[in-house]
Nanobody, 122 residues
Framework: QVQLVESGGGSVQVGGSLRLSCVVS????????LAWFRQAPGKEREGVAA??????MYADPAKGRFTISQDNAKNTLYLQMNSLKPEDTAMYFC?????????????????WGHGTQVTVSP
């Protein structure tokens, strides 16, 4: 089993920045692939960014503004979010899986955190 605990969400104004963190514990050998997803009210969960080793993948809305990274020594996944927009408002989740292929399909991730709320106001 893998446990994921997100933190770092909050309320910011348009153009602001936030850094989300996700601490990974348990059987970390099963968390080869890590990713961030988000879900806004009334919308489906969508992928934001994924990472396998040093390889990354970003969804179009995140490109150029968000950066995914990981600190293996701290078993922590990060998402640096800059130039935030109101449409970035959502619950953000980190996810993990054993399969080492970069994908942003939520159905391909076995382990999930409970989420951290990000709200961007005009």
């Amino acid at each position: 089993q893998v446990q994921l605990v997100e933190s770092g969400g909050g309320s910011v104004q348009v153009g602001g920045s936030l850094r989300l963190s996700c601490v990974v514990s348990g059987n970390t050998a099963s968390s080869v692939r890590l990713a961030w997803f988000r879900q806004a009210p009334g919308k489906e969960r969508e992928g934001v960014a994924a990472i396998v080793d040093s390889n990354t993948m970003y969804a179009d809305p995140a490109k150029g503004r968000f950066t995914i990274s990981q600190d293996n020594a701290k078993n922590t996944l990060y998402l640096q979010m800059n130039s935030l927009k109101p449409e970035d408002t959502a619950m953000y989740f980190c996810a993990a899986d054993l399969v080492p292929w970069l994908r942003l399909d939520p159905s391909t991730y076995a382990y999930w955190g409970h989420g951290t709320q990000v709200t961007v106001s005009p």
